[in-house]
């Protein structure tokens, strides 16, 4: 009989790529939705005929009791959150909510409806913050610099304490920065990929950006979706760090993108201090051995690949 899944979040970027991986593998896939006065499809557009959809939301228990007796899921993969860094310090509250308090309403509801189904946390590599140590890896220590940062090692902590107290098979994926063409225009990768796109269409004149020296690890969202079934295919549960195990600067994107479609970087790009952060992480780079040896998890996309994939969609999609 096929497996079945519940997807929180699934119209995100994330949550898509998961979705067509599970569906590929026979799952039958349940999405969780919140309602929204206009509905975001846009990543799902090609699959929504082949989830189920129920109407949910994090902060909302009663709609996740609801969602767990629908879908009676094996696996549970709770990936929504208010997951945009830079509006975590404009709504911390609401971030609180959805990005920690959201974590243990789900729980709650996969406790008292199916405590033998399989949880997934989407962990970030923003809870390692102002880092103590490079590589990170599962044991460092976390330092966030961010509310969403602060909020995500709530809900990590939390998956652990349920997995520790009811004998949950609960796991976290410690994901640093993965990227797509369905990464929302806000993020800094996709900023610039669109940007780039809008520049040499002639649709734009100038990108402003903040710190180009702040380094990031990214990796391919499809790469690292792959990652979060196999956790949940293990023996035992545990906690996993998901990275490239490399790490470039905001600048190196910019001018890969700009190079890739035949432009100097430099003759576009504006500084601008409404960008900066106002605690910046500097560095993320992550140490994934553990997953490699123990889930046998490998990269197939590489950084350079990433981004002219990125450019050359939005291109595309703006042609």
């Known amino acids: 009989m096929a497996k079945k899944a519940l997807i929180t979040g699934i119209t995100g970027q994330d949550g898509s790529y998961l979705a067509e991986l599970l569906l590929e593998k026979g799952y039958k896939v349940y999405g969780l939705r919140r309602r929204t006065s206009t509905p975001i499809m846009v990543n799902i557009e090609h699959i929504k005929d082949e989830i189920e959809f129920i109407d949910g939301d ?32 404009a709504q911390p509250g609401i971030t609180g909510q959805a990005t920690g308090v959201g974590v243990t309403n789900m729980l709650e509801a996969v406790r008292y409806i199916k405590p033998e189904a399989r949880f997934y946390q989407a962990s970030s590599s923003e809870m390692f913050g102002k880092v103590v140590e490079t590589p990170q890896k599962e044991t460092t220590p976390f330092y966030p610099r961010s509310p969403y940062g602060v909020a995500k090692v709530y809900g990590h902590w939390i998956t652990v304490n349920y997995r520790e107290s009811f004998d949950m098979y609960a796991c976290s994926g410690i994901l640093f920065n993965h990227e797509s063409p369905r990464r929302g225009v806000e993020f800094v990768t996709r900023k610039v990929t669109d940007a780039v796109a809008r520049i040499k269409l002639g649709m734009q004149k100038e990108l402003r950006m903040g710190n180009l020296d702040a380094k990031r690890d990214w990796g391919f969202a499809g790469d690292y979706v792959k990652a979060m079934w196999l956790m949940l295919q293990q023996d035992q549960p545990d906690d996993y760090v998901i990275s490239t195990g490399e790490t470039h600067t905001v600048e190196e994107l910019v001018q890969i993108a700009f190079d890739h ?17 106002p605690a910046e992480v500097d560095l993320l780079l992550g140490d994934c ?10 990269l197939e996309v590489g950084f350079e690949q990433l981004v002219k994939m990125m450019v050359d969609s939005d291109l595309k999609r703006l042609q």
């Not at 996740?64 to 997951?83: F, G, I």
């Not at 051995?289 to 490998?298: P, R």
Request: net charge neutral.
């Open 58 to 89: 994090l902060l909302d228990q009663g709609s996740l009791v609801q969602a767990m007796k629908q879908s009676n899921p094996d696996e549970v993969y709770n990936l929504a959150a208010q997951s945009f860094v830079a509006t975590s310090w």
């Open 261 to 277: 479609v035949g432009l100097n970087w430099r003759d576009y790009v504006v500084i601008d201090p409404k960008f900066v952060r």
């Open 289 to 298: 051995t553990k997953a490699k040896e123990k889930l046998g998890w490998e």
